[in-house]
């Protein structure tokens, strides 16, 4: 490497995100980028839920760059490690959503283990060509779920690092494959590896597919709300920017080649969420009507929908000193709010305009 740090050595102050164009990726940089001097460089597909005008507020800030590009070109993540130097990656691309992996699991195979291999042997090219002291330093993070460890009892304990792992969707096979490769990398190879597992995250920005800002969404105008099943599918709520401070905590100080689960404490039946939508949309938008309550429909339970996650975030806790910030109550508030609040981003999404906007900008 030609440059170097004012410290000496060959890293800069800078982390690459994949998939920083999504919800969990996009509130991660505007986190990071408000919260200290660390330059982002962002490389984003920008497949169906990736939104680069999520990030409109820091688009001209000299700090951020982003990149349009797809983790499994391996020249172009090539390029991009060798011209900016970062310190740590940070992978958060990937394909998400259960439904669309029981529809079509060729892109979540593609993207989630194909990709993710392809983005572990351009960084360990990149990272074996630094001196001892920087290969300590560089991380490659990457973000997993708890849908890797299957499906719970009611009574059984919460998910802990240890747990077996037992995916039962096409999803969570698909991150679990990538979280053993990226294990496997660090014991064959040596590369400075972190692993999260996070539980569901709800808030600002995410994609309105998923259960939260979909209920939020047919509720404001009147539509029926669609639970799977008996609606007592349970899941551990976790709000968005809790989630990325504890990203950045592992990021910071986590050990080399652990894993850390990230959850919220917040166990809840999928129709108590549902429930808490319609009581906070008839506070806040009152329709002069029945309760938003009398929307709730419940319809024919998905495939292989795992009954109950849970997950045990003592080790975080007792190792980096994060817990969550928001409890649900408080989360679930701010995230109705800001829907209701962001009208254009929200009929910008469900209109798709957002898409013709991305095909203007970024075609070639």
Known sequence: MESGSADGTNMRDTILVTGGCGFIGSNFILQRMQADATSVVNLDKLTYAGNPRNLESIANNGRYEFVHGDIGDRTAVRQLLTRHEPRAIVHFAAESHVDRSIHGPDDFIRTNVDGTFALLEEARAYWSGFPEQDRQRFRFLHVSTDEVYGSLGPNDPPFRET????????????KAASDHLVRAYHHTYGLPTLTTNCSNNYGPFQFPEKLIPLMILHARDGKPLPVYGDGKNVRDWL????????????????????????????????????ETVCDLLDEMTPSGKDSRRSLITFVKDRPGHDRRYAMDGRKIERELGWKPKETFESGIRKTVRWYLEHEEWVRDVTSGGYRQWIAMHYSS
């Open 163 to 174: 747990t077996q792992y037992a995916p039962n969707s096409p999803y969570a096979a698909s």
């Open 239 to 274: 709000y968005v920017e809790d989630h990325c401070e504890a990203i950045a905590a592992v990021l910071r100080n986590g050990r080399a080649s652990e894993t850390y689960n990230i959850g919220g404490w917040n166990e809840k039946p999928n129709i108590e969420i549902v």
